[in-house]
């Protein structure tokens, strides 16, 4: 398995590095991104231990290709701040809108241009949605008919098998959001798309551990990841499914 890096956005203020980890053979592309909104630290650290896993060849592809974009909007991460504009409203909404903002515009480009089957997009939003349904901490979001939903209804069922504070267990939402990075994945690529969303008071070694999960259930969903290996956690601890 190899694994690089490259840079997306060479020469702008706004350059930010991704990786590309490759398996034997070519199907299917999956794509993680983390950090379109700067302060959610937790999904941004997940997304760079997922990096480092696969560059120490713990974590193994064995098909496809896994595309990782740690921290989309570095300028937002620097100063911890969600972003100015919300970058995840600027996503194109439709087939022949582009986006609205230089950087989204890249990262949509890059999309394209590996046309994954799977898309997660990594967030940390306020509450427990198991004590609030209006809140969207612990929950992973897709849209309406988006051929994910049944993967993510047996993710939710395995990580809340595994969280013994039910107050913290995960549940699904199913809504559109034009000019989330999700939905233009969903509505203009075709991709099984979804995002996820730990709940930022919890502490952040449990949500990066939460995420790191969640990930790594979809790619064994996906076929990257063979079904039968261990679970890696932040700080390479073994976790049992
Ligand atoms: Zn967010």
């Given amino acids: 398995m190899q694994v690089k890096q490259y840079m997306l956005g060479k020469g702008y203020s706004w350059v930010t590095p991704y990786y590309i980890a490759t398996g034997r053979q070519g199907d299917p592309h999956v794509m993680v991104v983390a950090g379109i909104h700067g302060k959610e630290i937790a999904s941004i650290r997940a997304a760079e231990e997922l990096v480092r896993l696969l560059k120490q060849q713990k974590l193994h592809i064995s098909h496809g290709k896994l595309i990782i974009l740690p921290v989309v909007n570095q300028k937002a991460y620097r100063k911890r701040i969600r972003g100015i504009p919300d970058l995840n409203r600027t996503f194109p909404r439709t087939k022949k809108q582009a986006a609205s903002n230089p950087l989204s515009a890249a990262v949509f480009q890059l999309t394209q241009k590996y046309h994954p089957k799977w898309y997660l997009d990594l967030h940390e939003a306020n509450g427990l949605s198991q004590k609030d349904p209006k809140v969207l901490g612990q929950t992973l979001i897709s849209d309406k ?81 063979k079904a039968n290996g261990v679970y890696l956690s932040a700080k390479v601890k073994t976790v049992t499914p």
């Fill in 145 to 225: 008919g988006n051929p994910v939903v049944p993967a993510v209804r047996r993710t939710i069922k395995r990580m809340n098998h595994s969280i013994k504070n039910t107050d913290r267990h995960f549940n699904i939402r199913l809504h559109e959001l034009p000019g989330s990075s999700r939905t233009a994945a969903a509505r203009i690529l075709g991709a099984r798309a979804v995002t996820v969303e730990t709940c930022w008071s919890l502490p952040k070694k449990v949500r990066i551990k939460y995420h790191l999960e969640i990930v790594q259930h979809f790619l064994r969903e996906a076929g990257l990841v």
